[in-house]
């Protein structure tokens, strides 16, 4: 598959979101972190945000859930107008019922895992799942470092995709830019979340083709 590129809204001007979404239409998907001040130490934004987004861009909402009880919540982010919906394994009280719940009303089921968390206990799940999104800094913040020790769970995370013979997609979201997202590629990711090396560069469109020519390159797989 060839790479794909999220940016985080999260690194964006939180007063003009609408501009800064346009800002990134040639991008994949505009990844959307919601926090909840609970399951992670950061409040951000919620259902009404997304669906303002949602009617101000025609790039698809891809939306990560840092809440607790996401079984409760992640439907109402559907109706809300997200293709993508991600929920932390380590929130969800029952992942398998609330993906297929997920898929059910349309959406891309993802499933998210903390830097501590294995993927070795979830392999069962997979076929439950569009994605898997491998956390590479502690969920709550933007802006922080890359983490290395990341990049051995990114590879036996795509290696279980493959034992399986499985068609999701593998992201990773946390200190990705030009310096770090090579890396990743070459570990095994085909998706990959970008806030501050996209939102912090004076021209965003560019960096998100930037972003995917070093990817592709990495892969040896060109876009489509």
Same mark, same amino acid.
């Given at each position: ?45 919620? $259902?009404?945000? /997304? ?44 992942? /398998? %019922? ?56 990114? %590879? ?15 992201? $990773? ?19 990959? /979340?970008?806030?501050?090396? /996209? ?26």
């Amino acid at each position: 598959m060839a790479p794909q590129i999220n940016p985080s809204i999260l690194s964006a001007d939180f007063s003009r979101l609408a501009d800064e979404a346009k800002a990134v239409e040639g991008a994949d998907w505009l990844h959307v972190d919601v926090m909840d001040n609970h399951f992670v130490p950061n409040l951000t934004l919620g $259902v009404p945000v /997304v669906e303002s987004l949602g009617k101000a861009t025609e790039t698809p909402l891809d939306c990560h859930l840092m809440i607790e009880d996401p079984d409760r919540w992640a439907p109402q982010y559907i109706e809300a107008g997200a293709g993508s919906v991600t929920f932390h394994v380590e929130a969800a009280a029952a992942p /398998v %019922r609330l993906a297929r719940e997920i898929r059910a009303k349309g959406a891309r089921a993802s499933m998210a895992l903390k830097p501590a968390t294995p993927i070795e206990p979830y392999e069962d799940l997979l076929p439950e799942l569009d994605m898997l999104l491998v956390m590479t800094v502690e969920p709550g913040f933007g802006g922080q470092a890359f983490l290395d020790i990341m990049l051995p769970k990114i %590879r036996r995370t795509r290696q279980l995709i493959d034992k399986h013979g499985l068609q999701m997609w593998l992201q $990773v979201d946390g200190g990705v830019s030009a310096e770090t997202i090579e890396r990743c590629a070459e570990a095994g990711a085909d998706v990959f /979340v970008a806030g501050s090396a /996209v939102y912090g560069a004076d021209d965003p469109a560019k960096a998100v083709r930037e972003l995917r020519h070093l990817a592709e390159k990495a892969t040896g797989t060109p876009g489509s």
